[in-house]
């Protein structure tokens, strides 16, 4: 459709209101629409009853994270805009979704990103765009993507330059725009897109794609950008972020970008997401526990430790290996923060290897652990397996596992009492006391600090003394009053 054919909607009705679910990377690909909207003439607006059109940004990872975009989608009906959805769960199901959910007003791929605009602005006016045909994304080649220049942007489709707004990442190679849509003194960073891992339970390589990392320039310069923006932590989220740089040929980029993203003036902490076991080098160990600015803090993916259990998965490592490669963290980072996620119920798994997986739990000393029931996944190859244990069993051992997690993450936290925690602030409380975190603790995943002191602001790193626990959440008084960085 060209230029000429379009019928261009009221600008009092360009509006979008983002709604984002799921993952950190979920957050950040929202704030790169939102970029590229705003570039492309659109308001942003909180509010959905404000909006001409309703973007919800969806999650495709699990059954429950499924319902909840559907709802999701159903209840921004009531605000009488337009509804769009976007994200993992329309590029997962596309036409399928668009039939079953009729309510939609269109059903986006990650394709329609770079013209989201556009997008948009056939939804408007009421032209039905056809959803595509779900593809395994892991034989296709990378989004493309948006060329910048200087303090302008060229958008595809849109021929002339147009002008960034306030508050858009500045120009720093091929890279999509950015806006962030939430305050606070921490945001995720992307280092890259898309798993080449096979994991047998996981749909995600398939609808995100095969492994892309970004240019460490360009991870820098963003950086740099957030921190202008009041950001004090960054959080490198990718699916596995042990494989950046390996298709950049460059098996150790993350040891050499971390201690320059710890180096940008204003960032006072960085944090890495997503770690694969095996992949987990000595070298990117060392630097996780040494550098300056960089927290200590391990979000290993262990997803079992039942050797036999992490074969099926096409995983490696047992419990033996993986208390091992916790001795070697914490050999160089005594109080370094670890936690990870569990699968039980998985296909084969018998009592012999729950109790691997309790025994391991048990040793472990993790600070947060999620537990997920075994549940087959469209598309993957546990949904093939024999072996297959009753959904009373499969909740029978996560309830048992969960229960005993939940002991242990809370003994873990109350160890902690008595030692003197780095506790970024981010929101103040009514009873004068401050919540924030502590270097052992990610965003929305694990536990929070509630530190009690005096001229303390948001985004400061008040070093505290823990004196109390209540499950994986600490209560600590501030040592001396704190200092911006």
């Not at 337009?82 to 399928?96: D, S």
């Not at 009041?230 to 098996?251: A, F, H, I, W």
């Not at 469209?378 to 297959?388: F, N, P, S």
């Not at 303390?456 to 004196?467: K, M």
């Amino acid at each position: 459709m060209t230029a000429a054919d379009r019928s261009a909607p009221s600008a009092a009705r360009r509006s979008v209101s983002m709604v984002t679910l799921g993952c950190a990377l979920n957050e950040v690909d929202s704030e790169e629409l939102a970029g590229l909207l705003e570039a492309a003439g659109w308001s942003l607006v909180d509010d959905a009853d404000d909006a001409g059109v309703v973007v919800v940004n969806t999650c495709g990872f699990i059954d429950a994270a499924k319902k909840d975009s559907i709802d999701t989608l159903l209840a921004a009906q009531d605000s009488g805009a337009k509804v769009v959805a976007a994200g993992c769960l329309a590029e997962r199901y596309g036409a399928e979704l668009a039939e079953a959910l009729p309510e939609a007003d269109a059903v986006l791929s990650f394709d329609d990103y770079t013209d989201i605009g556009e997008r948009l602005d056939d939804v408007l006016a009421g032209r039905r765009l056809e959803a595509h045909r779900p593809r395994d994304r892991r034989t296709l080649l990378p989004l493309t993507p948006v060329e910048r220049r200087a303090s302008q942007v060229h958008i595809p489709g849109h021929g002339a330059a147009v002008d960034l707004p306030d508050g858009v990442a500045p120009a720093s190679g091929p890279r999509v725009l950015r806006r962030r849509l939430g305050g606070g003194p921490v945001a995720p960073l992307k280092l890259a897109s898309g798993c080449d891992r096979r994991c047998a339970f996981c749909a995600i390589p398939a609808f995100r794609g095969a492994y892309v990392s970004r240019p460490p320039r360009e991870v820098v310069e963003e950086a740099r950008w957030l921190a202008g923006h009041g950001v004090r932590e960054l959080v490198l989220v990718s699916e596995n972020s042990t494989s950046y740089g390996k298709d950049l040929g460059d098996l150790r980029a993350l040891e050499t970008l971390l201690p320059a993203l710890a180096a940008v003036d204003g960032i006072s902490r960085v944090r890495v997401s997503y770690l694969q076991p095996a992949e987990l080098r000595p070298g990117l160990i060392e630097v996780l526990c040494s550098t300056p600015g960089v927290v200590p803090y391990f979000d290993l993916s262990f997803q079992h430790a039942s050797g036999p259990v992490l074969r099926r998965m096409r995983r490696f490592g047992d419990r033996v290996r993986f208390l091992e490669l916790l001795e070697q963290i914490r050999g160089l980072a005594p109080q370094a923060g670890v936690r990870s996620n569990f699968i039980v119920g998985f296909p084969g798994e018998t009592e012999e290897d729950l109790a691997e997986l309790t025994q391991f739990l048990s040793g472990a000393r993790l600070d947060a652990v999620g537990v997920f029931g075994y549940s087959d996944e469209d598309g993957t190859e546990a949904a093939t397996l024999d072996g297959k244990l009753e959904p009373e069993e499969v909740a029978r051992r996560l309830a048992e596992v969960t229960e005993l997690a939940e002991e242990l993450t809370a003994q873990r936290a109350e160890d902690r009492v008595g030692s003197i925690v780095e506790v970024l602030v981010e929101e103040s409380l009514e009873d004068g006391g401050y919540e924030g975190r502590a270097a052992h603790q990610a965003p929305e995943v694990d536990g929070t600090v509630v530190v009690y002191g005096t001229d303390l602001a948001i985004g400061d790193v008040v070093p505290a003394r823990v004196t109390g626990s209540e499950g994986v959440d600490l209560v600590a008084d501030a040592l001396e009053t704190a200092s911006p960085t």
